[in-house]
């Protein structure tokens, strides 16, 4: 009797679930205080206050490190290049209907290139880098370092021919910037790439040496994140109309 070839374990990590899930929570908070704002409940400076800009860089990062460590451990689980493209194809139609809904909302400040945007983008680059494993830590360093290097030498005058370039919607998804785009969101590939190469060393690890870390029960209480944390894409892209309606249904209600 012949035995069948092994197939390409699948299991979901629950740690990293709910660590995405946290970040839903985190980001879900900073949006409704973001509406409120907008609407005029309280008046904040979401686009200088350290409070709020530095609430957005961690809220990013620990989006990042999840998408680099979710990659990094479907392809140590096998999981196929079809299977791949089919997640991908989901991420870009999200980030499209994003686009679309901020031009809707915000036509003079709209999302071109936001968080899926760049995930979608930095997933290929990751994809293809994923096997080197323990080198991605290097790897994020590099990119990182590179990217301080060449803004603050643009910023110092460097190369004046190249600013208005790189500064340029056509280029400005790079990242390689000297000021910030006018739009809601903005996640670049650069430094936002060192980030995920981090995430995906960190998968690496906790795929092979670390697994039982990630092999330990998930407390009850962090279950709820585990389980918003395998529904990221469609919570992100319903948590801000549902918020949206619902103060746009206050405000009428109390006129």
Not at 7 to 22: I, K, N, Q
Not at 180 to 205: F, R
Request: aromatic share 14%; with cysteine; glycine share 8%.
């Amino acid at each position: 009797m012949k035995r069948k070839p092994p197939t390409p374990s699948s299991s979901r990590f629950e740690a990293v679930d709910a660590l995405r899930g946290l970040a839903m929570v985190w980001m879900t908070v900073f949006h409704f205080c973001f509406d409120l704002n907008q609407f005029g409940y309280i008046r904040q400076d979401f686009y200088h206050d350290p409070l709020w800009t530095g609430q957005r860089t961690l809220i990013v990062s620990l989006f990042l490190l999840c998408a680099g460590m979710g990659q990094a451990m479907a392809v140590a689980q096998q999981q196929s290049w079809q299977r791949f493209w089919r997640r991908w194809a989901q991420v870009v139609g999200a980030a499209l209907l994003v686009t679309v809904g901020s031009w809707l909302m915000y036509p003079q400040s709209f999302i071109y290139f936001g968080v899926l945007h760049g995930i979608a983008l930095m997933l290929i680059m990751l994809r293809l880098t994923v096997r080197r494993g323990g080198w991605l830590w290097l790897l994020g360093a590099a990119l990182f370092t590179f990217w301080l290097l060449v803004v603050s030498a643009l910023e110092a005058g460097a190369a004046p021919w190249l600013v208005d370039a790189l500064n340029s919607r056509a280029l400005n998804w790079l990242g390689l910037i000297t000021h910030k785009p006018i739009t809601e969101d903005y996640v670049p590939l650069l430094p936002w790439l060192a980030v995920m190469c981090w995430g995906g060393a960190a998968g690496t690890w906790l795929s092979g040496r670390g697994a039982a870390y990630l092999k330990r029960p998930l407390p009850a209480l962090l279950k709820p994140l585990a389980i918003l944390g395998r529904w990221s894409l469609s919570y992100y892209l319903l948590h801000q109309p549902v918020m949206i309606g619902a103060l746009m249904a206050l405000g009428w209600l109390s006129k």
